[in-house]
């Protein structure tokens, strides 16, 4: 998946601003937890320290006076205190509590220590506290009491007993609860204006980039008016300008083209039209002049002496020749006009090969070649028979002239719903420095075999075309040639009658 420069640029801002704020939060909200509780556990021992402070007095000044440490524990439980809990020697002296009904005895712990613990009922969190009396003369002193001789005295054999205290922690449970949304609240506003600010450097820094690369989009899919709208005053800016110069001269340099080309269109169709008009308008003095030389050869009216035969004869020759090239521009000008159009019928492929060796048999039986034939004797196909035998007629005329000794073999055969056709020979072969270009017009495979233009090859690549098919070749220096192409036995695809 492809993200935009938008998104590179946005998405990671965020992410590094959230993972900032959470880290940010988790670390808060631990340390105020922890803060809360180092308070709370502080406010205990202080509590702890003045209660035993009191008790300590109470049994220096007026030992067993119960009813005074009853009084204080009811005093005490209150607020965030849920139970007191004051043992000497063994002895409950005093307890109160809010949701514990029987505290059990503990034994006396050397120092001041604290559980975190959750209440059966609800599963409140609370602090049990236990602050021991071992070391009285330490309390006093620490609550700043005067310690006199007899005070001294009195307590000079220690104290056993403790200070149990329980403290919720509910409150400080509402406090982080307040701390906890107050950054959330702090961190969605840091991640929303991380958003605004990410916006803002992404419009002020890569808007413009985006601008640009939107107008090269737009310019390259064909929108010729596209062009980027920068004013960033910076080197995008500059390169901006340079893509509007570039997209000015293109559309410039492509209207300048497509004048040309319309220009080249209209001298080639003028060169068609004038081709096919030529070509037409001379076949009917050279029909003549070959009428002519047909009668002094059959002298009718006429006696000739052998030079005199010899004159009408070449006359004859030249002007079958001169036949066939106007026949072979007529036909090109209208392939390259489109005008050419299909007449399409069932035909014999065996009929069509016999008729178009037939009529070279005499060229190859002058040269010594051997016309090899291979032909389906079932396969029919519907195609335009004239056509179609000016395409083998060209590939074996072709054939046979470039051939100096062997043979030339015509194949015929069906193939999977194809009719295909193939014309090889054992000549010289085509050389590579032409074979590029070989069906192009006026495109002769070599010069030195004999008369012609070069458009017997361009003109059956176009039937063949026409035809529905494809026209190939593959030929080997000094080894010879082999062209082949196949037709659709049903017809070309996109047939239409009288095409």
């Known amino acids: 998946m492809r993200l935009s420069l938008r998104y590179k640029f946005i998405l990671p801002f965020i992410l590094f601003t959230v993972v ?119 309390i006093l002193s620490r609550l700043g009491l005067v310690v006199t001789p ?47 600010v990410g916006w803002g450097l992404y419009r002020m820094i890569l808007g413009p980039v985006e601008r640009l690369s939107e107008a090269m989009r737009e310019f390259g899919a064909g929108n010729s008016r596209a062009r980027a709208l920068v004013d960033s005053g910076d080197e995008i800016e500059s390169l901006a300008n340079e893509f509007n110069a570039m997209a000015n001269s293109i559309v410039h340099q492509r209207d300048a083209l497509r004048q040309t080309t319309d220009e080249l269109e209209r001298a080639n169709q003028a060169k068609t039209i004038f081709l096919a008009t030529m070509s037409h308008e001379l076949r009917t003095p050279l029909h003549s002049i070959l009428g002519y030389a047909s009668l002094l050869l059959d002298e009718i009216n006429v006696k000739l002496n052998k030079a ?4 009408a004869g070449a006359i004859q020759r030249s002007g079958k020749h001169l036949l066939v090239l106007i026949g072979n521009l007529l036909e090109f000008s209208k392939l390259e006009a489109g005008a050419e159009r299909l007449h399409l019928t069932e035909q014999r492929a065996a009929q069509i090969v016999a008729e178009v060796v037939e009529n070279q048999r005499p060229l190859a039986e002058e040269k010594g070649l051997r016309v090899e034939v291979e032909v389906e004797s079932s396969l029919t196909l519907r195609t335009d028979e004239t056509k179609l035998k000016q395409v083998l007629l060209n590939l074996l005329n072709n054939a046979i ?25 054992t000549g ?30 361009a003109v059956s690549k176009g039937y063949v075309e026409l035809l529905g098919g494809t026209l190939s070749f593959e030929s080997i220096t000094g080894q010879g040639s082999h062209f082949w192409f196949r037709l659709p036995q049903g017809g070309p695809e996109d047939e239409t009658a009288d095409r």
């Open 428 to 457: 010289s072969g085509i050389g590579p420095e032409v074979r590029a270009q070989l069906f192009e017009p006026f495109t002769r495979a070599s010069d030195s075999a004999g008369p012609g233009v070069g458009l017997g090859l």
């Open 401 to 425: 002239k470039y051939t100096s000794k062997g043979s030339v073999n015509i194949v015929a055969k069906a193939s999977e719903g194809f009719a295909y056709f193939s014309v090889a020979d």
């Open 20 to 138: 900032l704020t959470v880290t940010f939060g988790v670390t808060a909200i631990q340390r105020l937890t922890y803060e809360l509780r180092v308070q709370y556990e502080r406010q205990g021992e202080q509590l702890a320290l003045h209660t035993a402070g009191e008790v300590l007095e109470e049994q220096v000044l007026n030992l067993g006076h119960d009813n005074d440490l009853g009084l204080l524990a009811r005093n005490l439980v209150a607020g965030d205190v849920i139970y007191l809990q004051i043992v000497l020697n063994g002895q409950v002296l005093a307890q109160q509590s809010r949701y514990l009904v029987n505290l059990p005895l503990v034994t006396t712990p050397a120092r001041v220590v604290v559980y975190h613990l959750l209440t059966p009922s609800n599963g409140s969190p609370y602090l049990d506290l236990i602050h021991p009396l071992n070391h009285p003369l330490g």
């Open 150 to 196: 007899e005070v001294k005295r009195r307590l000079q054999g220690g104290v056993d007993g403790y200070i149990r205290l329980g403290i919720s922690l509910k409150r400080m449970e509402v406090e982080i609860n307040r701390g906890s949304l107050l950054l959330a609240a702090l961190s969605l506003g840091l991640m929303i204006l991380s958003i605004l």
């Open 308 to 311: 005199g035969h010899q004159y």
